[in-house]
Structure formats: structure tokens, C-alpha cells
């Protein structure tokens, strides 16, 4: 079946360090999807990225999505402790019924 | 704000008790999932349901059941509740489309059994 494993599976940062989270498919994608879970909540989407070599910004917040649609990554500018949690990516083989599968996840922690 | 909701958001509850986790949500919504989650892992998609009486199985194996007679439910059953069941479910709905839209999740039911 389909695998989505993130690395690292743990990141601990000063803050105002950069942070960059990867994520990779064993199939190739229709899109992904990034999603940050706080600590005791649930996931909130974050941005979905569909084109092959797509890049996205959200202020500090840097997604692209590989030429072969097989990964993915996410970068972080300038940490604040407002960034502390669990990255997820997600993805798709298919559009329409194909099932979500999520990535294992990186957990940042930022030391202030 | 998402409108999906799940109840309870705890429970403790014996060995061998039958338990009902209940999702709603108001938004329409064809695609519902549920998901379990151990604290600070990663989620693992136990069913899916593309609509009304569709259901399957996810990447999981899960002793636990779902329906799906209305499109804003979604719950799931364990018949015989395990200590190995103690986990956090958390249910998600989303729209199908041409174009995925982003999944939304309730705020999760955190199972403890004993």
C-alpha cells in the first residue's frame, strides 16, 4: 500500500533557527497536503499543493512539492514558539475517491 | 471554525464494554475518515467513507465498525472494548471534488480502556 514517511521524526530548534521537514511517497501523488497538529490538539490544514515543482508561501512558511510528485517539503524561517508541533503532510494517489493517507510526522520543539 | 464535532471527548471505560464513537458534522460533507492516534504519533486511518452507506477499511486493522446512514454521521463501534484499544480517535470529513479540499477534524475522543 501506499507509504508517506517524514523526516526528521524530531526536531529540536533555537529559536529564530530555520526548520525544514521532508516528506516522501512510495507512489506518485495527485497532491499534498500539509497539516500542523499543537500539543493536545487535532490537524489543521495548512496549504495543499497540486502542480509538479509548485512552491507556496504563508509568511514564514515555505511548501514545495517535487518535480516527480513523490515528495514534499516544508520550510520554517525564523522559528517562533508559536510553530511548536506536529507536521503532518498528506496525500492522495488519485483525485476524488482516493483515501487521505498522512505522513508519520516531524515534531518540532523550540527552545526559546 | 470547522462544524465537526465528536463526543465524548474522553472515556474511560472497563474491558469487554461495547462503546459508540459518535462524529457530526453540518457541513455537507461527502468523505469521512477516522483515524487513530497513540499521543505524538502518527495518524493511522482505520475507515473511510466516500458517502451514504459506503464504507471501507483503512490502512489499520481495526477491530472496531463504522455506518454511514446519513451523510453527517459517522460512528464508530468496538463491540468488546481491549486495553490494546486505548488510543485517541480522531474523525475528519472533507469534500469530493475534482480538486481535493483540506480534511476537517474534530477535536478527537481520547479512549482509555481499563
Known amino acids: 500500500g501506499q507509504q508517506v514517511m517524514q523526516i526528521p521524526q524530531y526536531q529540536h530548534v533555537q529559536e529564530g533557527e530555520d526548520f525544514t521537514t521532508y516528506c516522501n511517497s512510495s507512489?506518485?501523488?495527485?497532491?499534498i497536503q500539509w497539516y500542523k497538529q499543537r500539543p493536545g490538539g487535532h490537524p489543521v490544514f495548512l496549504i495543499q499543493l497540486v502542480k509538479s515543482g509548485e512552491v507556496k508561501k504563508q509568511k514564514r512558511l515555505t511548501f514545495q512539492f517535487g518535480e516527480a510528485k513523490k515528495n514534499s517539503s516544508l520550510h520554517i524561517t525564523a522559528t517562533q514558539t508559536t510553530d511548536v508541533g506536529t507536521y503532518f503532510c498528506a496525500g492522495r494517489r488519485g483525485f476524488g475517491n482516493e483515501k487521505l493517507t498522512f505522513g508519520t510526522g516531524t515534531r518540532l520543539t523550540i527552545i526559546p | 471554525e470547522a462544524d465537526i464535532y465528536q463526543t465524548p471527548r474522553y472515556l474511560v471505560i472497563g474491558t469487554g464494554k461495547k462503546i459508540t464513537l459518535e462524529c457530526s458534522q453540518t457541513?455537507?460533507?461527502?468523505?469521512m475518515y477516522w483515524y487513530q492516534q497513540d499521543p505524538g504519533m502518527e495518524l493511522h486511518l482505520i475507515h473511510y467513507?466516500?458517502?451514504?452507506?459506503?464504507?471501507e477499511k483503512g490502512d489499520l486493522s481495526s477491530e472496531s465498525t463504522v455506518s454511514r446512514i446519513r451523510t453527517e454521521h459517522f460512528p464508530l463501534t468496538l463491540e468488546s472494548a481491549r486495553p490494546s484499544h486505548t488510543s485517541q480517535y480522531l474523525c475528519?470529513?472533507?469534500?469530493?471534488?475534482?480538486?481535493?479540499?483540506?480534511?476537517?477534524f474534530g477535536q478527537g475522543t481520547r479512549l482509555t480502556v481499563v
Open positions: 475528519a470529513s472533507s469534500e469530493v471534488g475534482a480538486r481535493d479540499t483540506e480534511a476537517f
Open positions: 467513507s466516500y458517502g451514504v452507506n459506503s464504507t
Open positions: 457541513m455537507g460533507h461527502d468523505k
Open positions: 507512489t506518485t501523488l495527485s497532491n
